[in-house]
């Protein structure tokens, strides 16, 4: 079937890139992230979210987490509220053994639905894992700011009830 579908979509630009993204994403739910990594456009600063979000996990599931963060952080330099793509920002950072990250990337996925009790608690967790020790100080320090931000917000929605 993706071969005749490739086959009738190769006039169509915008065809072909839908073809090419349910290849990707049938790959991916097939558990071969090689055949899905294969399929990534090679134009990743210019990607839409979608190939940013389908490459993420191809790299991420091939073995090359720190390419698949690479990309999730250009994507969230400009969309810092997607809330789906701090969610797989996370385990890219722990297949990389960064848990301090990892655990920081899935508060910001629950600040950016709004959950900020979630959130909350994933900053607190971050917090307690830097107080045991951490060489990495300016991620611990970006944690306890974020974490007074949504102390904040947690205020405000409680004055707000």
């Given at each position: 079937m993706h071969s005749r579908?490739?086959?009738l979509t190769k006039d169509n630009a915008a065809a072909a890139r839908l073809t090419r993204l349910l290849a990707m994403e049938l790959a991916l739910a097939g558990d071969d992230a090689p055949r899905a990594l294969s399929l990534v456009s090679d134009g990743a600063a210019g990607?839409?979210?979608?190939e940013v979000m389908l490459a993420a996990q191809a790299l991420t599931r091939s073995?090359?987490?720190a390419q698949a963060a690479q990309r999730l952080q250009m994507w969230l330099a400009d969309h810092p509220r997607d809330a789906h793509v701090w969610q797989l920002l996370a385990p890219a950072y722990a297949a990389q053994g960064l848990m301090l990250r990892?655990?920081?990337a899935e508060a910001e996925a629950?600040?950016?639905?709004?959950?900020f009790d979630g959130a909350?608690?994933?900053f607190k967790a971050a917090q307690e894992l830097a107080r045991r020790g951490t060489s990495?100080?300016?991620e611990a320090s970006i944690i306890d700011t974020r974490a007074r931000e949504v102390a904040l917000l947690l205020r405000e929605q409680a004055l707000e009830r």
């Open positions: 579908l490739v086959e990607a839409t979210r979608p073995g090359q987490p990892a655990i920081r629950r600040a950016a639905q709004h959950d909350m608690d994933r990495d100080h300016i």
